[in-house]
């Protein structure tokens, strides 16, 4: 049973315009969900954080949003750029376990 | 900061032989470290989790006697792949983690093949 779901396998989107990635998860355990980027054979880079005490952060073009009762969070990037084409992952623990991965959505980022 | 190494980047060996995977973390003290395997365009599958100084957690249907994992200091964890087969060929990544903290840094992953 996969707790941390990315329901879209890809997104297209325009340079300068904002991209939206969604990930669900199924465990009210969890409360602690990072975004981490990826491309090909490379390890994942850590973006961006939320605790489940709040239901939003932000760090420059990157924005996560948490809505605890829809078990449901989103990763904005605006404005989306080239450099931001890549594989990006969802994950999510409860403090001090290993953390679970969604199986990612890869974006597209056109100019 | 938060930077985590691994070594090699990539191997190549023979069926039956063992290889070993390094993960230093190298700006931080990491109490614990993660194992993860990833197959093309799949997620990342956790396979073992360990603690500065003591045995790995595996997860369920990983073989211990297979991957053995050592993490004998707060800077240091290996993955050695016992007797490997074609079937392991895979990217492997390895994960650091704070005392207390709860973002983990990720290592730029090995690839492994096994002819």
């Known amino acids: 049973d996969q707790q941390v779901k990315q329901n879209s396998p890809s997104l297209s989107v325009q340079e300068g315009r904002i991209s939206i990635l969604n990930c669900d998860y199924t465990?009210?355990?969890?409360?602690?969900f990072l975004w981490y980027k990826k491309y090909p054979a490379e390890g994942p880079t850590f973006l961006i954080s939320i605790s489940s005490i709040k239901d939003k952060n932000e760090d420059g073009r990157f924005t996560v949003f948490l809505n605890k009762s829809a078990k449901h969070l989103s990763l904005h990037i605006v404005p989306s750029q080239p450099g931001d084409s890549a594989v990006y992952f969802c994950?999510?623990?409860?403090?001090?376990?290993?953390?679970?991965f969604g199986k990612g959505t890869t974006l597209s980022v056109s100019s | 900061g938060a930077v985590v190494s691994q070594h090699p980047s990539r191997v190549i060996c023979k069926s039956g032989t063992s290889v070993k995977i390094e993960c230093r973390s190298l700006?931080?003290?990491?109490?614990?470290m993660f194992w993860y395997r990833q197959f093309p365009k799949q997620s990342l599958m956790l396979m073992a989790t360990s603690n500065e100084g003591s045995k790995a957690t595996y997860e369920q249907g990983v073989e211990k006697d297979k991957f053995l994992i050592n993490h004998a200091s707060l800077t240091l964890s290996t993955l050695t792949v016992t007797s490997a087969h074609p079937e392991d060929s895979s990217f492997y990544i390895c994960?650091?983690?704070?005392?207390?903290?709860?973002?983990?840094?990720f290592g730029p992953g090995t690839r492994l093949t096994v002819l």
């Open positions: 994950a999510a623990n409860q403090a001090g376990t290993a953390l679970i």
């Open positions: 700006d931080f003290q990491a109490t614990t």
């Open positions: 994960s650091a983690r704070a005392f207390g903290a709860d973002t983990q840094y």
């Open positions: 465990n009210s355990m969890f409360d602690y």
